[in-house]
């Protein structure tokens, strides 16, 4: 059996955070921001109140609603995000506590690749399907950056881009042709070139930083110091640039790559989803892959770069405004962190 992406949902906070908003914060411009990365506004989590889990949850109820199903009928959550509610344990299981999943006959799987994570939980999730493993999937992909980017001048370069948000799905078998291919890569020599490395247990072993690491004689000694607070360094680095030209190849590679494996052809794709990294790397892939306006969906004007969020948020909103139709071909991608790539191309039921 194949499987089929058989309901979608998303939640974005209310909190809409404007460019103008950020520039009492930082020395920014609405006119720069847009000009380079498209985006006009995001949405915030409201304080106290909305974390993942609960944007995911709220996500996901909608996403299981269409599928037919109810909670207690999900038998593997996979949660992709790379701001989870705790260190550990993962965002899966505070998911199923959420969603008031009573049952144990279920699985939860905490997926951590970035921008990714979504197409490698779609991967992750069609093997299980392929196999007879399971039988409703329950993927989600939710982000709260707001709690952990640098809004001073310092951090602009990267705190422009992101904001908050989850999206959904469910998967289920089909005897139709449903997810065609999934393709996955990643290049761990740039691990650091786009990275949040504090706290961690790397213990300095990468680089000749002092973090402040109290006792020589503990390995390590703490995740979190008082230097990496009070000199920011727990805020996440980005090679914008280096980033951006990778991006662009890779993107396109990848579609292509999985476009050859189905003998299919970019005049086959009837709607691309690409990670809404920035608008600039959309329009770069929609001229390289020839793909006019109403084939291309992007989004990130309104909610910004929300990660692993982002494939099911702009998927739901073109689904929801009717741009994908039974039988259509719709392919998705990313490109992030790591650095890790790939696509997948759906059949929609
Ligand atoms: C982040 C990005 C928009 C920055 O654009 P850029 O053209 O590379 O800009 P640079 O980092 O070279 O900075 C250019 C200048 O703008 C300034 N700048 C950076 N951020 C700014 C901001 N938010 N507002 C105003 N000025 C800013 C820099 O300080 C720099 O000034 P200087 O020339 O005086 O030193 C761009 O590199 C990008 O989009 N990269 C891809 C990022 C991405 O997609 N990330 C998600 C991956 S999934």
Redesign the pocket.
């Known amino acids: 059996m194949n499987a089929k992406i058989a309901g979608v949902g998303y939640y974005v906070p209310e909190n809409v955070f404007t460019n103008e908003d950020l520039t009492q914060y930082m020395?920014?411009?609405d006119e720069?921001?847009q000009e380079?990365?498209g985006i006009k506004e995001r949405r915030f989590a409201t304080k106290h109140k909305e974390t993942p889990t609960t944007m995911g949850a709220a996500a996901a109820r909608i996403a299981i609603d269409r599928a037919g199903i109810s909670p207690e009928d999900v038998d593997f959550i996979i949660f992709a995000t790379l701001s989870p509610d705790y260190y550990f344990p993962g965002c899966g299981v505070l998911l199923q506590r959420e969603l008031g999943i009573t049952k144990t006959e279920i699985g939860a799987l905490d997926v951590r690749n970035q921008?990714s994570g979504f197409i490698y939980g779609l991967s992750v999730a069609d093997q299980f399907i392929r196999s007879g493993m399971y039988k409703n999937i329950l993927l989600v992909g939710s982000e709260m950056h707001s709690m952990g980017l640098d809004f001073s001048t310092k951090g602009?370069?990267v705190s422009?881009?992101f904001g908050d948000g989850a999206g959904a799905v469910v998967l289920q078998p089909t005897e139709g042709e449903g997810i065609l291919t999934t393709k996955l890569h990643s290049d761990g020599s740039y691990a650091e070139e786009?990275a949040l490395i504090n706290f961690g247990s790397h213990g300095g072993y990468h680089d000749e930083v002092d973090y402040g690491y109290p006792d020589p004689k503990i390995p390590g000694g703490l995740f979190a110091t008082e230097k990496m607070v009070t000199e920011g360094m727990m805020y996440p680095y980005?090679n914008?640039?280096k980033?951006?030209k990778k991006?662009v190849v890779k993107f396109v590679e990848v579609i292509n790559e999985a476009l050859g494996s189905t003998g299919l052809d970019k005049k086959d794709i009837d709607m691309m989803i690409p990670?809404q990294?920035?608008l600039?790397?959309s329009q770069f892939v929609q001229q390289s892959m020839g793909l006019p306006d109403e084939k291309i969906f992007n989004n990130i004007q309104k909610y910004g770069?929300t990660t692993a969020a982002s494939i099911p948020i702009a998927l739901c909103e073109a689904w929801e405004a009717g741009k994908i139709k039974s039988g259509d071909l719709v392919c998705l991608a990313a490109?992030?962190s790591g650095f890790t790539w790939g696509s997948a191309l759906v059949r929609w039921n």
Do not use: E, K, P, Y
């Open positions: 020395d920014t411009s720069w921001i380079r990365t921008c602009r370069g422009v881009i786009l980005m914008g640039q980033v951006f991006a990670h990294a920035n600039r790397i770069n490109f992030g």
